[in-house]
Nanobody, 124 residues
Framework: QAQLVESGGGLEQAGGSLRLSCGAS????????MGWYRQAPGKQPVLVAT???????NYADSVKGRFSISRDNANNTVYLQMHSLKPEDTGVYYC??????????????????WGQGTQVTVSS
């Protein structure tokens, strides 16, 4: 099995910056894509940014030019650097690891994982 642990959320003023981190641990063989999703109060989670194992990135239009996603494949860690924060960036940020291949009991398995979420609050 594997698990994701997030860190780096908090309270920031509009225009400020925050950096989120998410590390995957366990008997992991590989991870396809990793990404971040945001859930605002009373709304469904929405994609913020994703990055493949090869480094290809994808961003929501609302964060392009302000957020940057990066990944350390050797340590199964993904980062989200957020600049020029806006109040509408507020929400719980969830880390996702897509198609995690892990080793258990002599076999390989594949599963998607989600982190526990980290709160980001941007004040105006």
């Amino acid at each position: 099995q594997a698990q994701l642990v997030e860190s780096g959320g908090g309270l920031e003023q509009a225009g400020g910056s925050l950096r989120l981190s998410c590390g995957a641990s366990g008997n992991i063989d590989s991870i396809n894509a990793m990404g971040w999703y945001r859930q605002a109060p009373g709304k469904q989670p929405v994609l913020v940014a994703t990055i493949t194992s090869g480094g290809k990135t994808n961003y929501a239009d609302s964060v392009k030019g302000r957020f940057s996603i990066s990944r350390d494949n050797a340590n199964n860690t993904v980062y989200l650097q957020m600049h020029s924060l806006k109040p509408e960036d507020t929400g719980v940020y969830y880390c996702n690891a897509d198609r995690v291949t892990y080793y258990s009991g002599g076999y390989f398995y594949q599963k998607d994982y989600w982190g526990q979420g980290t709160q980001v609050t941007v004040s105006s």
